[in-house]
């Protein structure tokens, strides 16, 4: 995220206003709810931890321990396991019989 100088986009009588609550101080205007982007929205980060997620859930499921999967991946054993959990329950909701 930029920054972008005030009085380059705010019209006087507004930059005036806003100068009478934050004169001087760096604020953070936050998006609109209808332009809010979720997470992992502008760069491709989410695929690449989704890849390697799957990717090690595999490793995993061909009897891979925790213990190495986490010195592999340069996590906690704690985030390893959690991260198979999640597709686990992700794979596995899929299978359920009402």
Do not use: C
Request: aromatic fraction near 8%; charge should be positive.
């Amino acid at each position: 995220m930029g920054y972008v100088r005030a009085g380059d986009i705010l019209p006087k009588e507004i930059l005036e206003l806003v100068q009478q609550y934050a004169d001087g101080q760096t604020i953070y205007i936050p998006r609109r709810s209808e332009s809010h982007k979720s997470w992992g929205a502008g760069t491709e980060t989410r695929k690449s931890l989704m890849l390697r997620n799957s990717k090690m859930y595999e490793e995993y499921k061909r009897r891979a321990t925790i213990k190495e999967l986490s010195e592999r991946y340069f996590l906690t054993e704690k985030s390893v396991q959690r991260i198979i959990r999640n597709i686990d329950k992700i794979i596995n909701a899929d299978n359920i019989v009402p």
